[in-house]
Each structure stands twice: as structure tokens, then as C-alpha cells.
């Protein structure tokens, strides 16, 4: 899902990016982190190396590590995955700043994140969207465990 939400035609910042990196490893465990930085990697190969990439696959690992602590209900995940956002929102627009795109000063640093508020504006509402998607999934899979789980008691008795 990754590679593909990079390929198809979108907003700038609307894919599942985010919303992957931060449930992957929360319901996956942090294993599978090296696989969403290769996907990364293998994606800006074909997109286009850029200047900030190291700050981008930084934010993921970030992101996937920090996950852990939110994997408590839908409330805490949907929240982890929106301060996640933020997080690789705060990251890559300071690698935005540090390669010198706004220059070397505090309103330089100031300038670029204000220019970043609508690119932040398509993540957010991406995060949520393949939240939402992601935590129906989930609920799903609930559901169904419970249902096996009740015929085995019912069966037992």
C-alpha cells in the first residue's frame, strides 16, 4: 500500500505514508520498521532521491518506535498516528531548513514551516482517512476473533 499511494496521482502529502508507519509497527512490532525504510528507499529511487531523504526515513523510524505507546485503544492509536504526523511534519521541514532552501536564520526557519502548513494540512487529513481505514480493519478482525472465540466456549459447554 505503501509504494503504491507513492505512484498514483495525488495531493501533495495525501498518501499512507504515515498512517502505515505508524501502525505497521504498532500491530506488527518494530521488525517490520526496516521494511517500511527499504520501501522508502526503494520508492525514492524511482521517484527521486532528494535532498531531505535521510530526514523522511529518520521521521518513519521515529515514528514506528514511538508507536508502541500508543497501542492501547482506537483513541490512543488514531492519536499516535496524528502526533506522528506532526513529528515527520516538524522533522522533514527542519531538513527543508537545513539544506539552506530558506536560509540560515530564524526567519528562515519560521518562513519554511509556514510554507509547509497546507502540505501539513493534505498529510493530516491523509493520516486520518488511512486511519480510519486501517482501524476498520482492525475492528473487523476483533469482531471475528470474538465470534470464534464465543462458538469455542459454546462448543466446550
Same mark, same amino acid.
Given at each position: 500500500?505503501? $509504494?503504491? !499511494?507513492?505512484?498514483?496521482?495525488?495531493?501533495?502529502?495525501?498518501?499512507?505514508?504515515?498512517?502505515?508507519?505508524?501502525?505497521?509497527?504498532?500491530?506488527?512490532?518494530?521488525?517490520?520498521?526496516?521494511?517500511?525504510?527499504? !520501501?522508502?528507499?526503494?520508492?525514492?529511487?524511482?521517484?527521486?532521491?532528494?535532498?531531505?531523504?535521510?530526514?523522511?526515513?529518520? $521521521?518513519?523510524?521515529?515514528?514506528?518506535?514511538?508507536?508502541?505507546?500508543?497501542?492501547?485503544?482506537?483513541?490512543?492509536?488514531? $492519536?499516535?498516528?496524528?502526533?506522528?504526523?506532526?513529528?515527520?511534519?516538524?522533522?522533514?521541514?527542519?531538513?527543508?531548513? !537545513?539544506?539552506?532552501?530558506?536560509?540560515?536564520?530564524?526567519?528562515?526557519?519560521?518562513?519554511?514551516?509556514?510554507?509547509?502548513?497546507?502540505?501539513?494540512?493534505?498529510?493530516?487529513?491523509?493520516?486520518?482517512?488511512?486511519?480510519?481505514?486501517?482501524?476498520?480493519?482492525?475492528?473487523?478482525?476483533?469482531?471475528?476473533?470474538?465470534?470464534?472465540?464465543?462458538?469455542?466456549?459454546?462448543?466446550?459447554?
Amino acid at each position: 500500500m505503501l $509504494s503504491i !499511494s507513492r505512484f498514483i496521482p495525488h495531493p501533495p502529502n495525501f498518501t499512507s505514508l504515515l498512517a502505515l508507519s505508524f501502525y505497521v509497527p504498532a500491530i506488527l512490532g518494530a521488525r517490520f520498521l526496516p521494511a517500511l525504510v527499504i !520501501s522508502f528507499f526503494i520508492t525514492d529511487l524511482i521517484i527521486g532521491l532528494h535532498s531531505i531523504a535521510l530526514f523522511t526515513w529518520g $521521521s518513519v523510524i521515529l515514528i514506528g518506535l514511538l508507536s508502541k505507546f500508543f497501542t492501547f485503544n482506537i483513541t490512543t492509536r488514531v $492519536s499516535g498516528s496524528l502526533i506522528g504526523a506532526s513529528l515527520f511534519f516538524l522533522i522533514t521541514n527542519f531538513g527543508v531548513w !537545513s539544506v539552506g532552501s530558506y536560509g540560515y536564520t530564524l526567519e528562515g526557519l519560521i518562513a519554511c514551516y509556514i510554507v509547509a502548513v497546507p502540505f501539513f494540512g493534505y498529510t493530516l487529513i491523509s493520516t486520518i482517512i488511512f486511519s480510519a481505514i486501517i482501524e476498520a480493519f482492525l475492528q473487523r478482525k476483533i469482531l471475528f476473533r470474538k465470534i470464534i472465540n464465543s462458538f469455542k466456549i459454546n462448543n466446550q459447554c
